[in-house]
């Protein structure tokens, strides 16, 4: 679904924080990244949908070659990003964040319901300002905004910093509904090993911009010293 070959990324030119890399996401798979601070996990994500400025090498998203493509043409071709720190707008509405989420797309998805069915919550909330609510339910809103366009692959950047561990079994549980019924693929970045193990099947370990290890998510549980080995300071 998503093959990144050979890929060189940079903020400034000629300075590459990703290095040559490789990544490769199949149909329905649920993929975490995982790295210490500074490793490349959030210019990955960024480069995927299209927020790079300098750039090389192959990324292909149901083979459509998307490198260099504008993020609005990503995003139209199906792919969702929740960024880091998850940026929504807290002087808006829950109601009228959900709309900035599809505001701008060529085909008019938008299905309000399955946001609300996932997250009740949110309907309960629907005339609330969104920052005067929980950053638990701060990143429930975030991820509501990303599935509202119906999106094929949903980037998630580090979702669990700075929320309650509750919260993130609830929101680990609700994405891999969301994954089954909805037939979504999941990169998730994390440096959170109780969402990492919750969600995903594969976890693939990032150093300087490289793709450095991949395995599967049942040795997270079984080695705890190959976890230390990437993330550890
Ligand atoms: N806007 C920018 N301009 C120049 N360099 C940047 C910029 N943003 C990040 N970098 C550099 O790129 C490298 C990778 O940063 P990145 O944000 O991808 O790391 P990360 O793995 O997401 O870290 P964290 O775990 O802290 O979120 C770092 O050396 C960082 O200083
Ligand atoms: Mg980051």
């Known amino acids: 679904m998503l093959n990144i070959d050979c890929l060189h990324s940079a903020y400034i030119r000629g300075a590459n924080i990703l290095k040559n890399l490789s990544f490769h996401i199949k149909p329905g798979e649920l993929v975490a990244v995982m790295g210490r601070n500074g490793m490349g996990k959030t210019t990955l994500v960024k480069t995927i949908i299209g927020l790079m400025p300098y750039l090389s090498g192959d990324i292909r998203f149901l083979e459509e070659k998307i490198l260099g493509r504008k993020s609005y043409e990503i995003s139209n071709l199906g792919v969702a990003y929740v960024p880091q720190g998850r940026e929504i707008f807290k002087d808006f509405t829950v ?4 709309l900035l989420g599809v505001l701008g797309k060529k085909k008019k998805v938008s299905d309000f319901d399955l946001a609300y ?46 929320i309650q561990p509750n919260i993130v079994h609830e929101i680990a549980a609700t994405l891999k509904q969301i994954s089954a019924t909805e037939s979504l693929t999941i990169l998730l970045i994390e440096q959170n090993l109780e969402l990492v193990t919750r969600l995903v099947d594969r976890v693939d370990f990032i150093e300087n911009g490289q793709i450095v290890h991949s395995v599967d998510v049942k040795i997270i549980h079984e080695d705890p010293e190959l976890v230390a080995r990437f993330m550890s300071v």
Do not use: C, Y
């Not at 109601?95 to 959900?98: A, H």
């Open 117 to 162: 069915q996932h997250f009740p919550i949110l309907a309960e909330r629907r005339k609330q300002l969104a920052g005067t609510m929980s950053g638990g339910q701060q990143q429930q809103l975030a991820i509501a905004r990303a599935i509202i366009g119906k999106p094929k692959l949903l980037l998630l950047d580090e979702p669990s910093e700075g």
């Open 95 to 98: 109601e009228q964040n959900l």
